[in-house]
């Protein structure tokens, strides 16, 4: 007999796991466009892609210290908010990327079914 | 000017983050029949998913110790060799996994583009 608790906390457990890399090309791949924090959260939620602040914005400052974003202030409506965008460097990782990871998508999901 | 070095370390291991939470989907799934390690080692390699032993066999001492794995020495040509298929549990955590990856995945593939 299987208990279904034990069962969800494993799933839940492993299912961290594979999005947490893949988190990364998510993120990359909004930045294509100026964000700040809140409007990128919003956006991925509207495409179904649930993702706290506590996540993203670690994430956020990660890519910075990569040196893949450009960053900027801007005042709107009186209120300063940091927008981020790739730069040219980020822009050329993401690219890479998404080519190898669309390859090995393949190959994974024939394995994997 | 984007020195080609410094883009591909960057790419390979972001590349190898990514890597790394779907690498348990894939042994997992190929762990419906018995195998043993250097037996799943060539079967990825066939299907162009390439890994080294010191990445699977951890792994696999991993899902052996999740209790997911059910395992038994077997004399191949009077050479022991311990085979690995998942159990029960194993199996409802795959399924569960497959399935919630699968939504998952769609998502992300339409993210990313």
New interface residues.
């Given amino acids: 007999m ?1 208990e279904p608790e034990k ?2 906390e ?2 839940e457990r ?2 961290a ?6 988190i ?3 993120v990359m ?2 930045l294509e466009e100026k964000q700040y924090g809140y409007s990128l959260l919003k956006q ?1 939620e509207e ?3 649930s993702i706290t602040q506590d996540t993203l914005y670690p994430m956020m400052r990660r890519l910075e210290n ?1 040196g893949y974003l450009q960053s900027d202030w801007q005042l709107d409506d009186n209120r300063p908010r940091r927008y981020y965008q790739l730069n ?2 980020g822009q ?2 993401l690219d ?3 080519k ?2 669309k390859t ?2 393949r ?7």
Wanted: hydrophobic share 55%.
């Fill in positions: 299987i069962l969800s494993h799933v492993l299912n796991e594979l999005r947490r890399g893949l990364v090309l998510v791949s909004q991925l495409k179904s892609f990569q040219e460097f050329a990782v890479a990327l998404r190898d990871w090995q998508l190959i994974i999901e024939e394995i994997v079914r």
